[in-house]
DNA sequence: TCGATACTTCGATAATAATGGAAATATGGA
DNA sequence: TCCATATTTCCATTATTATCGAAGTATCGA
């Protein structure tokens, strides 16, 4: 059975994704693992890449784990780390929904530029 | 003259900015102001609807302000806050890029429901 | 000039988070 | 079994953030 959230618990969670990339790091990681989306990367090319020490690498990506942002899989001895697009969907379609279409604050076609 | 900032001052101010709403209470003063767009409120009636202390909420109210997400403005005795939307279509706008539009990893038609 | 109201700033504390070296664990190959 | 490589976990430190009561400041009307 699929579990009901209270709206609390809505924002909250939303609330803990923004934090999650809220860091440059972190949000530095995720543009990384967009950029080589869907194959994702292993810790050592982030690492590579990011210069980042190899513990504090290991706990920005688990923070990003820990909110459901970025998923993992064993490859060997590897560690393959890629975005979760379903995550991010839901993210963006929160903000979306909240600045664009609940409250239509921000104009969709200023995000979306539409046509053209 | 125009400031150009260079892409890790660029991505630096995007992550205070989710940062800022990487938190409940703020996510929910962010939450009320756009839905109160674009008369926006006074503190007082965001405490009363958030009923966070004032001391804490003027504190969370001048971290927004500080990374751009709202604007004060003097009304007599009260101060009244609005949401930057400008801000935020920034923000959104990057994270769509992000996503949607320079990888490709999240489809838009998730996010924005175009047509129907 | 004296309230009264609205809000902020001060000041202090407690709670979280970021960072990274060193030791531990996992996997695969010789 | 032993080694090499990849990455995490342990541990400690420093830094940042969140919280809020109490005191201070701003504005207005009497």
Redesign the pocket.
Known sequence: MVKKSTESERVARFADML?AMG?E?RLRIMRLLLSAHPEGM???EI?TELE????????????LKGDGLVE?R?E????RYTANTGALQELLGFLYAECCTRNKAVPPETIVRIGK
Chains 1, 2 share one sequence.
């Open positions: 934090a860091t790091p292993v810790v050592g690492q980042i020490p190899p513990s504090t690498l290991s706990h920005h990506l688990d923070r993992v064993r060997s001895t590897f560690l």
